[in-house]
C-alpha cells in the first residue's frame, strides 16, 4: 500500500500542498478538484461534486471513497451508511484503489469510517469489532499506513470503553503507546492524537496531555493561540470541526489533571469564539464543564446559569447523537447535566426550578429513547397520529433535524447554520400546535409548576422523584407549598428488591421494610399528604416500587390514600379527564412472559384476573399474550386500559406510559402502545 495523506487539519495550506503533490491523481481534472477540496475542508462542495456525478451514473471506488469520506465528515449518517454499503460492492467486484490517500486498496478506510460513524451512532459492540477487522486487515497486509493502524486501534480501544469493557482498552492503549511512528517520527502527530483519544475515553486525562506534549510538531500554547485568534478559523472551511474537539480534549485534560485555572482560562477563551455556539455537541460539553468550576469554587448561582445554557443547547438537538465522540473519545452524559442543574438548584432554594429541570430530565430521555424509531414507527404510535398532516410534520422535522446536525462548513460573517437551526425550530413549533402530544415524543418540553398544578384535583399532592446516581431528590407539591429534600439513593434498589421478595414470599419482615420505605420515601413530606390523595411520579428503581404497600407505622399507604402514577407530572396535560360514568371497555395487562422467571410477576397476573372480572366488557392480556404486538392490534378498540402492578411493568421512561397509561386508567380514546 502507498503512505497514507490523511487530511490534518492544524495546518491548511501545508496540507493542500502535500496532498496535490503526494496523491497519484487518474483523470486528473476530476481528481485534482476533488483532492483540493478535501484538503481544504471543503467537504460539502465535495459532496455536491460526487452527488452530480453520481447522478449521472455509478460511481468507481475512486470516486465513491471519495463521497463517503465527505459524508463521513459532515455527519451524514444516513447516506454514509448507504454509502459504505456501495463502496463494499465495489470493492467485492475488484474495484479498489483509491484517489484520497493513494491507497491500493480502500477496505480499511471503509471500515474506519464505518467503525467511527458507529461509535457517535452509540453502536459500541459493532464498532469495536468492525475497527478490530480492520486492524486485523492491515495487520495481514503488513501495511505502512501507521495512521490508519492507530486510527483504527483507537476506534476499537474507545468502543471497547464505552461499552465498558476497560481491560481490554487499557491493553490496546498499551500496544498502541509501543507502536513506532516511522521513519524519521513521520507519523508522531497521528499517534498522539490517536493516543490523546484514548486515554480521554479511559479517564487518563494525564495521559492526554502527555500525548500532545510528545508530539514536537505540536505546541499547546500555539495551537490554542492560534484557535482563539481565529488563524484556524477564517474563511469558509471546516476546520471548526476539527480544531474545537482537539480544543476541548486539552482544557477537559487541564481541568481533570488538577490544573484548574488553565482550564478556566481555556475554557473561557473558546467559549468567547463565535464559531463555537455553532458545534452544539462541544459547545454544551463546554458550558458543562465551565458550571462544574464554578460550582468546584462555589459558585452555585454562576454553575447554574452554565448548567441552564448547557440544557438549553441540549434540547435543541433532536437526538442525543455524539458527533464528536470518534474525534475527542469522549461521551458527555447529558442526564447527569441535569442532575448538576438539580443539585444545585436545590442548594439554593430554587425548588421549583429544580422541578423544572427533573420534568425536563425525563422529557429528554424519552426524546432519547425514541430517536431510534424513527418518524414512521413514532407516528405509527403516538396519540393522534393517525392524522395524516401531523405525520407529514413529523416526517419534515426529522429531515430537518439531520439537516441540523450537518457539519457543513461555518462562514464567520453569516454563520448559515444559524438558518438550518431556525428551519428546526419552526417545524419544531408547527408540530406542536398542530398535535402537542405528537411533538412531546421529538422534543423537550415540560410543564412548568404553575401549570401542573392546575391539573391536580382539589384532594392531590403531588410527589415527584428522581434518583441521579447515588442522590435521591424528591419534591412534593401542594396547592400553595412545595418541599424538597434530597436522599441517599446508594440502598435504594436493594430495598425495593427486598420488599418485593418480602410480599411475593409473606415474609414476616413484610410491614417492617415496608414502614422503613415508607420513613425514606415519604417521611420528609407526611405533613403535605396527610389527608390527601397522591400523585406519584417515581424514577429509576422507584417505578418497581408498590407504593400502595408502603406502611406509615398504622396503615399500609392504600388504605388512607387514593393514589395515580404517572411517568412524568407533565404527562397530564395529554391525559383524558376523568369521567364520572363507570369504566367499561378496558384492556387489562398483567405479568408478561419475558422469557425470564425471575422477573415472572404472578401476583400482577392475580391482579389483572380480578380486574377483568370487576369491569364490564374488558379483554385480559397475560404472559405470552401480553405483547407489544397483540396490544398494538387490539388496543384501539379500547377506551381504558388497566396494567396491574403497573410500576413493575414500565420502566425509566417508557413510551408505553408517556403514550396512554394513566393510573386512573383513564385514555383519550384512541388507546395505543408501544
Known amino acids: 500500500m502507498h503512505g497514507g495523506c490523511w487530511p490534518l487539519p492544524t495546518w491548511p495550506p501545508l496540507l493542500a500542498l ?82 484520497l490517500f493513494a491507497l491500493d486498496d480502500a477496505t480499511p478506510a471503509l471500515g474506519l469510517m464505518r467503525s467511527e460513524a458507529q461509535l457517535e451512532l452509540g453502536q459500541y459492540a459493532s464498532a469495536a469489532a468492525t475497527a478490530r477487522a480492520t486492524g486485523e ?37 498499551g500496544r498502541l503507546a509501543g507502536l513506532g ?53 477564517a474563511g469558509v472551511n471546516n476546520w471548526v470541526w476539527a480544531e474545537l474537539p482537539r480544543a476541548f480534549m486539552i482544557n477537559k485534560a487541564l481541568l481533570e489533571s488538577g490544573r484548574g485555572n488553565e482550564a478556566k482560562a481555556g475554557f473561557d477563551r473558546l467559549l468567547g469564539l463565535r464559531q463555537v455556539a455553532e458545534n452544539g455537541e462541544i459547545y454544551w460539553l463546554l458550558l458543562n464543564e465551565r458550571g462544574r468550576i464554578a460550582e468546584r469554587e462555589q459558585d452555585l448561582a454562576g454553575a447554574l446559569a452554565w448548567y441552564g445554557r448547557a440544557i438549553d443547547v441540549v434540547e435543541q438537538q433532536r437526538a442525543s447523537i455524539n458527533t464528536e465522540a470518534s474525534k475527542i473519545g469522549f461521551v458527555g452524559d447529558k442526564q447527569a447535566l441535569y442532575g448538576r442543574a438539580i443539585a444545585c438548584a436545590l442548594a439554593l432554594g430554587a425548588a421549583e426550578r429544580a422541578y423544572d429541570y427533573m420534568e425536563r430530565a425525563k422529557s429528554r430521555a424519552l426524546v432519547d429513547l425514541l430517536a431510534g424509531k424513527g418518524a414512521g414507527n413514532i407516528a405509527d404510535v403516538a396519540l393522534g397520529a393517525k392524522d395524516g398532516a401531523s ?9 430537518s433535524a439531520e439537516a441540523a446536525q450537518v457539519q457543513l462548513p461555518l462562514n464567520m460573517a453569516k454563520a448559515g447554520a444559524a438558518e438550518s437551526r431556525a428551519i428546526l425550530q419552526g417545524r419544531a413549533q408547527a408540530l406542536k400546535n398542530r398535535d402537542p402530544a405528537l411533538a412531546s415524543l421529538v422534543s423537550v418540553g415540560a410543564l412548568s409548576l404553575a401549570e401542573v398544578r392546575r391539573f391536580l384535583r382539589p384532594d392531590e399532592v403531588l410527589i415527584e422523584y428522581y434518583v441521579d446516581k447515588a442522590r435521591l431528590v424528591l419534591i412534593g407539591v401542594g396547592p400553595s407549598s412545595v418541599i424538597s429534600a434530597t436522599l441517599d439513593a446508594a440502598p435504594l434498589e436493594h430495598e425495593v428488591r ?36 397522591l400523585v406519584i411520579v417515581p424514577h429509576g428503581s422507584l417505578h418497581y416500587l408498590p407504593f400502595s404497600a408502603l406502611h406509615d407505622g398504622t396503615n399500609y399507604l392504600a388504605a388512607s390514600h387514593n393514589m395515580r402514577y404517572l411517568p412524568s407530572a407533565s404527562v397530564q ?35 389483572a384476573k380480578m380486574i377483568a372480572r370487576l369491569v364490564p366488557d374488558s379483554k385480559i392480556l397475560t404472559r405470552l399474550a401480553a405483547s407489544e404486538t397483540v396490544c398494538k392490534q387490539i388496543a384501539g378498540n379500547y377506551r381504558y386500559l388497566h396494567v396491574a402492578a403497573h410500576g413493575e411493568f414500565v420502566g425509566d421512561t417508557p413510551l408505553q406510559s408517556r403514550l396512554a397509561l394513566a393510573a386512573d386508567g383513564s385514555n383519550d380514546g384512541s388507546l395505543t402502545c408501544a
Open 137 to 173: 486487515w492491515l495487520a495481514a497486509d503488513r501495511s505502512d499506513d501507521l495512521d490508519m493502524v492507530f486510527n483504527a486501534i483507537a476506534a476499537e480501544a474507545m468502543a471497547l470503553t464505552l461499552a465498558g469493557e476497560r481491560e481490554r482498552a487499557v491493553l490496546l492503549a
Open 181 to 233: 511512528t516511522g521513519t524519521m517520527g513521520a507519523y508522531a502527530s497521528a499517534k498522539a492524537m490517536a493516543l490523546a483519544r484514548v486515554r480521554m475515553a479511559l479517564g487518563d486525562y494525564a495521559g492526554v496531555l502527555a500525548a500532545f506534549d510528545s508530539d514536537k510538531l505540536f505546541a499547546v500554547n500555539v495551537f490554542l493561540d492560534l484557535l482563539v485568534s481565529g488563524g484556524f478559523l
Open 18 to 99: 502535500l496532498a496535490l503533490l503526494c496523491c497519484p491523481l487518474a483523470r486528473a481534472d476530476r481528481g485534482t478538484e476533488q483532492v483540493a477540496l478535501a484538503a481544504s475542508g471543503r467537504y460539502d462542495m465535495l459532496e455536491q461534486l460526487l452527488e452530480a456525478q453520481q447522478a449521472k451514473g455509478p460511481l468507481d471506488t475512486r470516486d465513491r471513497h471519495a463521497l463517503c469520506f465527505a459524508y463521513s465528515k459532515t455527519k451524514r449518517y444516513a447516506r454514509l451508511m448507504a454509502c459504505l454499503d456501495q463502496l463494499a460492492l465495489n470493492l467485492q467486484r475488484g474495484d479498489k484503489p483509491t484517489r
Open 498 to 533: 427486598a420488599l418485593r421478595a418480602a410480599i411475593e414470599g409473606q415474609k414476616a419482615n413484610t410491614k417492617a421494610l415496608a414502614q422503613a420505605l415508607y420513613t425514606r420515601l415519604l417521611g420528609p413530606v407526611a405533613g403535605l399528604i396527610a389527608g390527601r390523595n
Open 573 to 607: 396535560q395529554y391525559l383524558r379527564r376523568h369521567a364520572s360514568a363507570g369504566v367499561a371497555q378496558m384492556l387489562v395487562l398483567g405479568n408478561p412472559d419475558l422469557g425470564n422467571p425471575q422477573l415472572d410477576l404472578p401476583s400482577a397476573e392475580a391482579e
Open 391 to 399: 405525520s407529514a410534520l413529523l416526517s419534515a422535522l426529522e429531515e
